[in-house]
């Protein structure tokens, strides 16, 4: 993508906006509005500015000539995709204020711009807004084809992914620890008024007591993630077993938080890398002069992919600044180096031509072609070579494998009868088999965890070398504080009425009161004890309806559905770390900027949505569960 940002501070980065340094790789037309498109060559330069100046409402067919007339000026010069233009059009259209009618402009402007992710992503939005479906449809094809091509974005989508799992992460701890707290709190109240029996009312001083402890965290400065472990580990004796695994699971996930926040700290230099016109902008970004370095290589991109990637991009970015010479070594370089590459032939092969090696030229063309037969470029490229030599039977020969190759390239909207100039099809650089690599668990991650800013945002004060001790002894603390819990005699709420016992075994087994067994209301004795149990049921049911609405899914685990809780409890993480990672982009303005507040916006509704249906949900699972033990009313 094309928007360029500036460098985020290290408290920003933290509040999840990292991502903004990579999955957007900058844009240099951003900060130099003086000179748009800056690095093109100047006759690709004066196109682009064309293009976007004739874009607009009604403006269809002259916009149409401005870019084949672009294209061609690309082709010129081995350029695949300018993905700067639909963000300088989009940024013109909003500012003359018209960019709801800007859908056909866009439209037009995928032939220059194949590799903007931005670009087709909008216009599958449009389309599912306009129900134009043979366009989504297409556009669909494109934005896939975009993907699968687009290698200067794969870090990004890499780092948006895992900003995304990890605001997910924590916004589940967070749901599942304050939920297990209200499941527990009645239960732990009442075993801490056992040590205030000579005071009076010691319900009262328990109450605060628990208050206290439970707040104290938060009021200190703790971390969310400390204080989430710290909150699953108390509860632990008072939950049932499908409870102590939203916990154990909760705290899981606190651990892959950890790891990566390591993960994004060690990834954190790439995007300088990008910033300075490294070799992640090889594809879809203008050439600054220069070639790119190897460095793609070193530090946490390593193997023999990113080598690859490296090597190609270095070659790449020579073929569009010009340099023919030196492109041709690096070609030759990496055929040596990576065997038989249709690729690299195919783009080797331009180069020869242009250098005047034309048998040469169609060698590496034949050679392309023989290793990729369905590839499309080799077969066109030397088509349009025999055309130009006057090669009339072997240009028939291969005509109509040529003209189907070439127009089976997806994202890329190639016209053979529009190709009519000699245009030579370069081949971008793919994205290979690198996400096995990319998230493959290093000891670099544990080292960078501790100085991450995950870690001082949300395990503090745990010492960074002390993070997955502390996780670790949560976990065994939680285990272990559920099976003593088994051994020694604690309180227990009956789910149904509140009633508290003691009891020194399993909760399943004891989590329903003996009265509300025998469904026998308010009890079949007068008194004392009748007003006791109306007392509890009365206060009982606004508490777990009050839990219900406040925490949704605290209702259903009242109700004994711990795995159908769980998996609301998964839904709505999942919306609200949607709505944390897009909503600060959503800021932004631009192209990006739209699509992140339609994306905040729509996960801002699915969580309100989600939060109104479980909180409706376990109020009614509770009054089930109250029916089922005629808690509702008395038996006669």
Known sequence: MTRRVPNPSRRSWARFALFLLILVPPDPSRVAAAEPFPGYPESVRRQAIRVVESAGPGSGEALELEVRALRRAMFANAILSMNAVPDRVFDRAAREGWNRGSYESMRAITRVAPLSLPLWTWLVREDVARFRLEEFLFDVKGLLG??????PGLVGHAVWLVLFASASACWFAIWASLNLLMRALPALTLDVARLFKGLPRPEIFASGVVLAVFTAPVACGVGIAATAVFWVALSAAYLRRGELVIGGTAILLLACLFLCGGFLQAIHPVAGMARQGGWLGGEGYSYRGGSISGEGGTGLLTGEEWERMARF?????????GNLRSAESLWTEFISEEGDSGEAYNNRGIVRVRLGKTEEGLADFEAAASLDPEGGRAQWNAYQVY?????????????PVAWAGIRSLVPFDYRAEEMTHGE?????????????SLFTVRDEWFREARRSPFHERFFRPVPGGWVTAFLAAGLAWTALWKLLSRKIWMSSVCRSCGAGTLVVRSRETTDICNACRAQIGKGIRGGEERERRGLSISLHRPYVRACSVLFPGAGALWAGKE????LYGVLLSLS?????????????GGLIGAMQTDLWRAALAVFAVLWLVVAAWGWRSFENLQLHHNVAGERL
């Open 313 to 321: 991009g270095r070659a790449r970015s020579e073929m569009e600044g």
């Open 424 to 436: 030579l099809v370069t081949a971008p650089l793919r994205v290979g088999d690198v996400w096995r």
């Open 576 to 588: 609200a770390g949607l709505f944390t990672v897009s909503w600060s982009a959503g800021r932004l």
């Open 146 to 151: 975009a993907f699968r091509q687009y290698a």
């Open 387 to 399: 055309l130009q030599e006057f090669r009339l039977a072997q240009a028939s020969r291969i005509q």
């Open 563 to 566: 795995f159908q809780a769980m």
